[in-house]
């Protein structure tokens, strides 16, 4: 260092060639000069839990958080589960919600998805429930109600002409069974 030069608090100075040998030491070197720039906050800049040295990393950055799949098609009332990571390490929490409110489907505090009876694009948000500015989403994309099968008793009939025979028939759909009328 020069003399009347800066010195970064906490940064040990030590003599290093003017050339690195190997691109290990050039690694080194440039990781000793990152760890004393982070050490020393930029004048007025912000220091403390915000700051360089706060929960967010060196940068002050909001961490990132994906849900997974970042996109699904369902039937109506189809469900799915959804997963949450967040650039700020393992071990994070998330609060679960629909974009939309209830009319956009449901979603439990594991993630797990139940789809509308109404078709149309709905959005799952998962928020870091330690830092709420730090979300992210899934687009779902919800068709119609799908019928799946239908039964219909009796089977075989008969009947006098003129007359009548009932029949009754049960639909199973995507959002359940019903009496067809």
């Known amino acids: 260092m020069k003399p009347g030069g800066f010195r970064p608090m906490g940064c040990a100075v030590r003599p290093r060639p003017t050339r690195p040998r190997s691109l290990l030491a050039c ?6 000069a990152a760890g004393c720039a982070a050490s020393a906050p930029a ?5 403390g839990p915000t700051g360089p040295t706060g ?23 189809g469900s799915t589960t959804f997963t949450a990571s967040s650039t700020a390490g393992t071990g994070r929490t998330f609060r679960w919600t629909v974009r939309e409110g209830a009319g956009g489907g449901t979603v439990t505090v ?12 709905y959005h799952v948000v998962a928020t870091d429930t330690a830092d709420a500015s ?6 779902v994309t919800v068709g119609p109600e799908r ?4 039964a219909v008793t009796p ?3 008969s009947v006098q002409t003129p007359g009548t025979f009932a029949f009754s028939a049960t639909v199973t759909t995507t959002c359940g069974t019903f009496a067809a009328q």
């Open 43 to 47: 004048a007025g800049g912000p220091t």
């Open 147 to 150: 019928a799946l099968s239908v």
């Open 155 to 157: 089977g075989t009939g």
């Open 110 to 121: 594991g993630g797990g998805y139940a789809a509308p009876q109404a078709a149309g694009v």
């Open 27 to 32: 690694v080194a070197a440039l990781t000793v």
């Open 55 to 77: 929960p967010t990393g060196p940068t002050g950055a909001t961490p990132v958080v994906t849900v997974l799949p970042a996109s699904v098609t369902l039937d109506a009332c």
């Open 134 to 139: 730090a979300s992210g989403e899934a687009t």
